[in-house]
T-cell receptor
Framework: GAGVSQSPSNKVTEKGKDVELRCDPI?????LYWYRQSLGQGLEFLIYFQGNSAPDKSGLPSDRFSAERTGGSVSTLTIQRTQQEDSAVYLC??????????????FGQGTRLTVV | DAKTTQPNSMESNEEEPVHLPCNHSTISGTDYIHWYRQLPSQGPEYVIHGLTSNVNNRMASLAIAEDRKSSTLILHRATLRDAAVYYC???????????FGTGTRLQVFP
């Protein structure tokens, strides 16, 4: 596809379980971003990748959250021992060259995570 | 990270121009001003960006104050499909982060 693809689109999980959220960026995009959006709230920055490395992990809420990116392409956000407050829409975005200021970011449709 | 301040909400009638303000008094000389919008139940989409000069594209215009401490997104003729949350963002030079604030919720009435 031509856009950023996220899977699954919806995920319901039990409290305490681990979940993995996947992001397929647009081919050739070197920068990849993860955000979290709770119901009715703004976007909370989690982490971004430049290639396979993550220069800034400061937005990850706790050590239960981790992310990796392989081959400069697909990224996985993992949440361990999920809690109800983790329920939110998780959004992924990519941009062609992260260090160039004149590039736009393209967002996926998000994964809606519900922890019950 | 330099912060932005936007009104929580604004209203407009269809086919009227809309001016969405953003204050960014702590902007640094190398920060670009980006605007994104988020339609209901969708991920954000890019609208426009600029550094010092005013910018125009097919979606909107961006007017940047001479001192760069504020900017205004201009929708020349609002349509019902423009109803969204509009985010003004400063893109930091050395981190590439896009930090979203609370944005302005624009309502457009027929």
């Amino acid at each position: 596809g031509a856009g950023v693809s996220q899977s699954p689109s919806n995920k319901v999980t039990e409290k305490g379980k681990d979940v993995e959220l996947r992001c397929d960026p647009i081919s050739g995009h070197t920068a990849l971003y993860w955000y979290r959006q709770s119901l009715g709230q703004g976007l909370e920055f989690l982490i971004y990748f430049q290639g396979n490395s993550a220069p800034d992990k400061s937005g990850l809420p706790s050590d239960r959250f981790s992310a990796e990116r392989t081959g400069g392409s697909v990224s996985t956000l993992t949440i361990q021992r999920t809690q109800q407050e983790d329920s939110a829409v998780y959004l992924c975005a990519s941009s062609p060259e992260g260090r160039r200021m004149n590039t736009e970011a393209f967002f996926g449709q998000g994964t809606r995570l519900t922890v019950v | 990270d330099a912060k932005t301040t936007q009104p929580n909400s604004m209203e407009s009638n269809e086919e009227e121009p809309v001016h969405l303000p953003c204050n960014h008094s702590t902007i640094s000389g190398t920060d670009y001003i980006h605007w994104y919008r988020q339609l209901p139940s969708q991920g954000p989409e890019y609208v426009i960006h600029g550094l010092t000069s005013n910018v125009n594209n097919r979606m909107a215009s961006l007017a940047i104050a001479e001192d760069r401490k504020s900017s205004t997104l201009i929708l020349h003729r609002a349509t019902l499909r423009d109803a969204a949350v509009y985010y003004c963002i400063l893109r930091a030079f050395n981190t590439d982060k896009l930090i979203f604030g609370t944005g302005t919720r624009l309502q457009v009435f027929p």
